[in-house]
Every structure is written in C-alpha cells, then in structure tokens.
C-alpha cells in the first residue's frame, strides 16, 4: 500500500483509466465523468467504446493501513468466478495508484420503504451464494473482515476500543462540544448497561465469552452488508456493492450489521426468519441463535460509533478525498443527531 492521501490529477486518472480499460481486454478513448454518493472513495464513470465501467480511487492514509482495494478485488474476484453475479465484475486494478476498474452497473439506489421480503431474500441468497464455496482454497486465502470477531469478548473489545477514540475528539467546535457530551454522558453510560446484559445473558445461556466459533462456522462476509451498499438495477435485481472490509468473520457480526446498519434500515420483522436461514448451515444453531440475540445491541452502539467517525481526523480525511461534504460542520451536527436517534431507538426497544 502507499503511505499517504493517492491525489491523482484528472490527466493521470484518464490515463490510468485508459491503461485499466485496456488491462481488461477492452480499448478506445476514455472519458471520466464524476459520480457522487461514495463515501469513502472517489468514484467515476469510464465512457470507452460504447461501454461504461465504473472507476474507484480508493483512500488510502498512513493513519487507516487497510488494504481496501486489494480486499474489495480479491473478494469480488472469487465470488464472480465462482459464478457469483449479485455484484459488479471486477475488471482490472492498479495497485500502486489504489485504482480499481468494475462493470458500471445502471439503477439506482434502493429507497427504506422498498425494503420487502423480496429484498431481503435477495440479500440472504447473495450471502448464501458466496459461503457455498468457502470450503474452497481460494477462499481459504482471503483475508479476515476489517475488525473481525470471533468470540463475544472479542466483540465488546471492539466496541469499546471505538468508544476510546471517540474520547480523543478535540473540542474545538460547538459541534465537537456536543458529541463529547453525548459521547461521555449517553453512549459510556448505556454501553455500560448493554455490556453488563452481555456478560448476564452469557453466562445464563452457558457461553463463554473467551471461546471461539468453530473455524467451519466462520463465514465469508461482505461485510458492512445491508441495502445502502446495493443498487437496484434497471433488471429489477438488487446488485451489491463495496467489499473493502470483507473476508472471513463471525456470521453474527454480519446479521447484527445488516439489521444495525440506518441508511436504509431493515425491519426486525424479517429477524427471525433471516437468522433462522444462517443458523441452519451452522454446526450448532441454537448457540449461534443466542449469540446473535446478545450481539445485536451490541452493533446498535457499534453503528452509533461509527456514525460519529466523522469527529475523528482520518475518517474526516476520508469523506473529504472522497468530495462528499460540502460543510464539515453541518455534516458533524446532522451525524451526531443520527447518534441521538439510533441510541434512543436501543433504548425504546430494550433490545438488552
């Protein structure tokens, strides 16, 4: 990886995106065209020959060491040759400048109210499609998930290691003053209780919290999963996107992210039935089943850490490269009030 912010002009990206095209197999003259909505990233359009393909400039910071390109590639690489078609093709990838060529896939996002049980379905055979193969040796060489969790303990050391970074927040706005506030006198406090339900439920339910899932109950998680990261294309079938933290992980990490995630939140409606589908392929369902039920408030103060990076130096950095915030404070004041809503649902439907 390269040790500092990729700055490419747009001369070098065209270039580069010329040289990619023509990697994949493909040729003429490239034109870029910006595209919004990418979070972490700068994204493009590549218009050549008639075709469309979609360029990714990944981030890349001394500060954040992930190897996001190279974990997004590899994973989209196994699921698409293993016949694997809920996602964009990768094309090609140029490690050294953090560039990434895939399919451009035309649709668009899906809005909260369109999430049904079709979706979800969809959602869940995407998942099942990829675990079908993880028996595989090329699957064996993918990397573990970004911040992967194999045992409970694990899990809550996760949390509260966001929760330490939080506290490094600078003061130095009113909005900084704010989230400090929410940080220390709302979130501390009630992870406190839910980390304490944590150790209760466990110990009722005879689960450790040192002891490690089987290595055969792991799953290969896109991670970060849920309908934010997917687009309904004009077929009418749901694409997923964004691997750059995927890998090997627990699979009640991923059910917690997919019903935790607020962008385009999923009904605990569908709860039930979705962790019935991934405790069935597991070597002991009913533990599984339980440990699902103590992670879920768990990942509720997760997502409301991660809603809140934005008060932090890197993740800032990041939305920046990636041409997303036009104010960086009004953008800190509507995260925060994000935080607020998402504690207080946790707190409403005492999930712990």
């Known amino acids: 990886m390269m040790t500092e912010v990729v700055s490419l002009s747009l001369e070098e990206l065209q270039q580069a995106a010329g040289d990619l095209v023509s990697a994949a197999g493909l040729g003429g003259e490239v034109e870029l065209h910006p595209l919004t909505g990418g979070g972490n990233n700068r994204v493009f359009r590549v218009d050549a020959d008639g075709s469309s393909f979609l360029l990714k400039v990944y981030f890349q910071h001394p500060g954040d060491r992930r190897d996001r ?6 994973f989209s690489q196994f699921a698409w040759d293993n016949g694997v078609r809920a996602l964009p093709q990768p094309l090609a990838c140029d490690r050294q400048k953090g560039l990434g060529l895939y399919e451009f896939v035309r649709g668009r996002r899906l809005e ?36 992967a969790c194999f045992t409970l303990e694990e899990h809550l ?9 939080l506290q490094t927040v600078e ?24 980390r304490s339900r944590v150790v209760q439920q466990a110990s009722q339910w005879s689960l450790k919290l040192e002891a490690e899932i089987a290595s055969l109950d792991r799953c290969l998680s896109p991670s970060d999963f849920g309908f934010h990261n997917a687009i309904l294309s004009n077929s009418g079938q749901l694409r997923f996107l964004d691997f750059e933290y995927a890998g090997w992980d627990e699979p009640g990490k991923m059910v917690s992210d997919f019903f935790c995630q607020p962008a385009v939140p999923v009904s605990l409606d569908y709860y039930s039935k979705f962790v019935e589908a991934v405790v069935s392929e597991l070597s002991e369902p009913e533990q599984h089943r339980q440990r699902m039920a103590i992670l879920l408030p ?55």
């Open 171 to 194: 003061a130095s706005s009113d909005s900084d003053r704010s989230a400090l506030e929410f940080i220390h006198n709302e979130l501390f406090e009630l992870w406190k209780r839910v």
């Open 112 to 147: 909260p109210q369109e999430v049904t049980a079709e979706t979800v379905e969809q959602a869940l055979n995407f998942y099942r499609q990829i675990n079908c193969y993880k028996q595989l040796t090329e699957a064996q060489n993918l990397p573990k998930a970004s911040e």
């Open 157 to 165: 050391q996760c949390v509260e290691r966001r929760l330490v970074r």
């Open 298 to 352: 768990v990942y509720r103060v997760k997502w409301c850490c991660i809603l809140l990076n934005d008060f932090l130096p890197v993740a800032s950095q990041r939305r920046s490269f990636a041409g997303q915030v036009a104010d960086r404070e009004v953008h800190k004041a509507v995260q925060l009030q994000k935080a607020r809503r998402a504690l207080q649902y946790l707190k409403e439907n005492r999930e712990f």
């Open 69 to 74: 390109l190279g974990t997004e590639f590899a």
